[in-house]
C-alpha cells in the first residue's frame, strides 16, 4: 500500500484565518515533505521532515508553519495567508529522504 | 541553464502510437530518476524510478538513462487517450542537490488523439 492521505481536499480561507491541513501516511516511512504547486508549474518543495526533524526549509514564509506530531502524521499549519497562496498543497512521504517519494492527493487551498 | 529540462509539449500523439518523452539534467552526481504523471488537478502519481545506465521496462511503459549525456526518457507505448496527462521529470541525489532534494523539471504535456 503506497498511500497517503491529505484532508481536506478543499480548502477555502480569509486572510485573517487559521487553517491546518493534514497529511497521513501508515507505510513506516520516515521522510515526509510538503510541497506546493501553482497551475502549469512543477511541484516546488516546502519543508522535508527527516524522523519527525525539520530537515530543509526552503526559506518559506513565517505564516506556513510545519508540524510533525509523530512518524506517521504531517501538519501546515496557516495563518495569515495571501491571495497569491492560493495552490495546490501535495504531502509526500518515502521511506527515508532521497527515496522514492509517493504524494497525497493534495489540498486545493484558495485564500480570499 | 536549468536543472531539470522538458520540453513543455503538447506532444500529440495517435492512439496507438508511441510517445517519446525527454529531460535532461545538470547535476553530474544525480543518482536517481523518476518518472511521475499528473493528470490536470491531480497530484503526481509515480510511473517509474530509474537508477542504472540502460532500459528499464514496466508494461507500457520503457525508462531509458544515460549518465553521459545527462539524459533520461520514457517511452509510452500503445498510448491511449488516458495516457493524456502531464508527465514530470524528477531528479535526485546530486551533488547540488543539498540533503537529498528532488529537482522537478517542468513537465511535458501529452495528449493522445483519438
Known amino acids: 500500500d503506497t498511500e497517503v492521505t491529505q484532508t481536506p481536499k478543499h480548502l477555502v480561507m480569509g486572510m485573517t484565518n487559521k487553517k491546518s491541513l493534514k497529511c497521513e501516511q501508515h507505510m513506516g516511512h520516515r521522510a515526509m515533505y510538503w510541497y506546493k504547486q501553482k497551475a502549469k508549474k512543477p511541484p516546488e518543495l516546502m519543508f522535508v521532515y527527516s524522523y519527525e526533524k525539520l530537515s530543509i526549509n526552503e526559506s518559506v514564509p513565517s505564516r506556513f508553519s510545519p508540524e510533525c506530531p509523530n512518524s506517521s502524521l504531517l501538519n501546515l499549519h496557516l495563518h495569515a495567508l495571501q491571495p497569491e497562496d492560493s495552490a495546490l498543497y501535495l504531502c509526500?512521504?518515502?521511506?527515508?529522504?532521497?527515496?522514492?517519494?509517493?504524494f497525497g492527493p493534495g489540498t486545493r487551498l484558495t485564500v480570499l | 541553464q536549468k536543472e531539470v529540462e522538458q520540453n513543455s509539449g503538447p506532444l500529440s500523439v495517435p492512439e496507438g502510437a508511441i510517445a517519446s518523452l525527454n529531460c535532461t539534467y545538470s547535476d553530474r552526481g544525480s543518482q536517481s530518476f523518476f518518472w511521475y504523471r499528473q493528470y490536470s488537478g491531480k497530484s503526481p502519481e509515480l510511473i517509474m524510478s530509474i537508477y542504472s545506465n540502460g532500459d528499464k521496462e514496466d508494461g507500457r511503459f520503457t525508462a531509458q538513462l544515460n549518465k553521459a549525456s545527462q539524459y533520461v526518457s520514457l517511452l509510452i507505448r500503445d498510448s491511449q487517450p488516458s495516457d493524456s496527462a502531464t508527465y514530470l521529470c524528477?531528479?535526485?541525489?546530486?551533488?547540488?542537490?543539498?540533503?537529498?532534494?528532488?529537482?522537478f523539471g517542468g513537465g511535458t504535456r501529452v495528449l493522445v488523439k483519438p
Open positions: 509526500a512521504s518515502s521511506p527515508l529522504v532521497g527515496d522514492t517519494q509517493y
Open positions: 524528477a531528479v535526485n541525489g546530486g551533488y547540488k542537490a543539498a540533503g537529498n532534494k528532488l529537482t
